[in-house]
């Protein structure tokens, strides 16, 4: 049955291959011919998720290092060969993945293959390289004590997460760092950067036969991983108390972090979540509660918002409400932010903010998938959620079904008014 234009519009619809390479590396193919270039994403599934605390901050470091240099290329090399035809290639490393980013001319993802391969195959990190990156990471980490908001977030994290990877920042520490050796990182490369281990979306101005011709010969011959050994993760647990931390800084605004442990992005609850989001703290405008209030009405902050489910991944994010503003407003902008997460946990949300919020979530959701490398971001997420490649299409239907009482049932489920850490800081004094 044909769609309506205006059906079309807000339900893109991606026609996409999946197929599989012996040696287990997993293929996305989705055509799209609006201009000549294609973006692709190699996901190796390995981040700071398996790392040990005494050395936090290696896989980033993997992640970025792996154009440094490879058996047969230098990293001029490799990034005066990619300039030549007018592409972009990045490469990271954080929580929960690793990999390449890359854009290229329609006529030079070949090439792009190749390179692409070449980093995940053969990087050699050479020890001039690791040391320079080790220094820029440090100087990293030195100005991220400068920056507030930042050390307000990792200390949410570092006790809402503990006990668990995710309470260390996918950065590092400044001792961990300075203790990383080449062979740490090689070891990490050489553990989980497997094709077995690994999936590649390929989306653009493509014909899917002539890819798969490309692909096998870019990557088939990397050898399959026998022995992938997968860490054991723990999962961290919400919290049965109510934690508060100050820190003081010499700045001129204080930074409060409220909330506790999230959800998993295969939470059946997810879409009602998102909901919930929109109508508390997530988007813009006078959709949500904690900025129009907060924000618009009482003027205490430029940003404010909360969120429980854009953190949300193979292992729980957390639900977090943020506020920057003036120290003499600190009293008023605690309350208003445990004020609007108990309101909407114990009183029914209004059936007008329900269908303004799915209005929102349905009308700006084709914003999201306008760009082949934003294509290839969802097909990587498609493929380790489960969520269908149909996904585009159902995703409306998803967020229009949602009740005024699925709203009110998840709030109650999943958040937690009277057991929050808060986290403050900025110039304070420490709080009795």
Not at 21 to 28: A, D, E, S
Not at 215 to 223: H, I, K, M, N, R
Not at 403 to 412: F, I, K
């Amino acid at each position: 049955m044909q769609q309506s234009s205006s059906q079309s519009a807000t339900r893109p619809r991606l026609n996409v291959e999946r197929l599989e390479l012996p040696n287990g590396l997993v293929v996305l193919l989705s055509e799209n011919h609006a201009t000549p270039s294609v973006a692709f994403k190699a996901v190796v599934a390995a981040g700071s998720r398996y790392e040990t605390d005494d050395q936090a901050g290696l896989a980033s470091l993997v992640g970025e290092m792996i154009d440094e240099g490879t058996t047969a290329r230098s990293a001029q090399q490799i990034a005066e060969t990619i300039e030549a035809v007018g592409g972009k290639l990045g490469t990271y490393g954080d929580y929960q993945e690793s990999g390449v980013v890359a854009m290229f001319l329609s006529q030079d993802l070949a090439l792009g293959l190749e390179m692409a391969a070449d980093l995940l195959m053969n990087a050699n990190f050479p020890e001039d390289k690791v040391r320079q990156q080790v220094a820029r990471r440090l100087a990293q980490l030195k100005s991220r004590l400068d920056v507030p908001r930042t050390q307000a977030s990792d200390l949410f994290n570092d006790i809402v997460f503990r006990g668990t990877p995710q309470h260390r920042p996918a950065v590092g520490y400044d001792a961990t760092i300075k203790n990383l050796t080449r062979d740490d990182m090689a070891a990490f490369y050489r553990r989980f950067y497997a094709p077995n281990n690994t999936l590649l979306s390929i989306v653009g101005d493509i014909d899917k036969a002539a890819v798969r011709a490309q692909v096998e010969a870019a990557f088939g011959a990397w050898p399959k991983a026998s022995e992938l050994i997968i860490p054991d993760v723990p999962k961290p647990l919400r919290q049965r108390e109510a934690i508060e931390q100050v820190v003081t800084a010499p700045k001129e605004q204080i930074n409060i972090f409220i909330g506790h442990v999230g959800i998993e992005r295969r939470n059946p609850d997810y879409y009602r979540l998102l909901v919930l989001d929109t109508i508390l703290g997530s988007s813009p405008g006078f959709t949500s509660r904690i900025p129009r209030i907060l924000r618009d009405e009482m003027g205490l902050a430029y940003t404010t918002y909360s969120n429980i489910t854009s953190s949300a991944g193979i292992d729980p994010g957390r639900f977090v409400a943020y506020i920057g503003t003036s120290p003499d407003n600190l009293t008023l902008a605690l309350a208003g932010l445990r004020g609007e997460i108990a309101r909407i946990v114990k009183e029914p949300v209004a059936s007008a903010e329900v269908e303004m919020a799915r209005d929102y979530l349905t009308g700006s959701f084709v914003f999201h998938f306008q760009k082949n490398l934003q294509i290839a971001d969802f097909l990587a997420d498609a493929e380790t959620y489960g969520l269908g490649f149909d996904y585009l299409e159902r995703y409306p239907e998803l967020i229009r079904t949602v009740t005024v009482e699925e709203v009110s049932r998840v709030a109650r489920t999943y958040l937690d008014p009277e057991h929050l850490t808060t986290v403050i800081v900025g110039p304070l004094a420490e709080r009795d």
